[in-house]
């Protein structure tokens, strides 16, 4: 079975700080791994994904995630907060191969960004 | 890219009324639509899985007869929540796996169903 962690339901950065949510993931086959993000009352806009390739993720809007085998870990990063990111924020996981293929979500993160 | 265009974006009915949603891959084939559901300052959960031309999956603890899916076209997937309840009132939303240019998934923008 594969799963999700989010680490902080709510985190707090000043605009122009360093972003950093945290995302552990359990799976017994090798995973794909998605950072997605949503707006109040919106669908989800995908950030970035590993797909076993490079472990260091680019997205969009400078976020970035490295895969990280050895921590299980994947966590998604921007060296500079703005405003406009004030969002929630989902890791999900998806199992190559998998017979459903769907994601499976995390609890989400909700970022705040102080003026 | 890949886009879903879901509607309506916002529904009110009344209580024992039908409401449909629907699902239309736009610039792909959708073999594959997903439909999950997400209640106030959740996660999204997963209601079912429809493939086109064939019966729904599921989830344990999803009512089929409550929760119609339909996916007769590589196009289009609909939802139906029959009999609606207050307590169906949550945001809807779907996403189709996309196979070209990469794994991933495209969402549609939900549903939010208030049932008073």
């Known amino acids: 079975a594969q799963s999700v962690t989010q680490l902080g339901s709510h985190v707090s950065v000043s605009e122009g700080a360093l972003v950093l949510l945290r995302c552990n993931y359990s799976?017994?086959?090798?995973?794909?791994l998605f950072w997605y993000v949503q707006y109040p009352n919106q669908g989800l806009q995908l950030l970035l994904k590993y797909t076993s390739a490079a472990t260091l993720v680019k997205g969009i809007n400078g976020f970035e995630a490295e895969f990280k085998k050895s921590e299980t870990s994947f966590h998604l990063t921007k060296p500079s907060a703005h405003m406009s990111d004030a969002a929630e924020y989902f890791c999900?996981?998806?199992?190559?191969?998998?017979?459903?293929?769907?994601?499976?979500f995390g609890k989400g993160t909700k970022l705040s960004v102080k003026p | 890219g890949a886009v879903v265009s879901q509607h309506p974006s916002r529904v009110i009915c009344k209580s024992g009324t039908s409401v449909k949603i629907e699902c239309r891959s736009l610039d792909f084939q959708a073999t594959t639509m997903f439909w999950y559901r997400q209640f106030p300052k959740q996660s999204l959960m997963l209601m079912a899985t429809s493939n086109e031309g064939s019966k729904a999956t599921y989830e344990q603890g999803v009512e089929k007869d409550k929760f119609l899916i339909n996916h007769a076209s590589l196009t289009l997937s609909t939802l139906t929540v029959t009999s609606a309840h207050p307590e169906d009132s949550s945001f809807y939303i779907c996403?189709?796996?996309?196979?070209?240019?990469?794994?991933?998934?495209?969402f549609g923008s939900g549903t939010r169903l208030t049932v008073v």
């Open positions: 996403s189709a796996r996309v196979s070209g240019g990469g794994y991933g998934y495209t």
């Open positions: 799976s017994s086959v090798p995973p794909y």
């Open positions: 999900a996981v998806s199992s190559i191969g998998g017979s459903q293929g769907n994601l499976i």
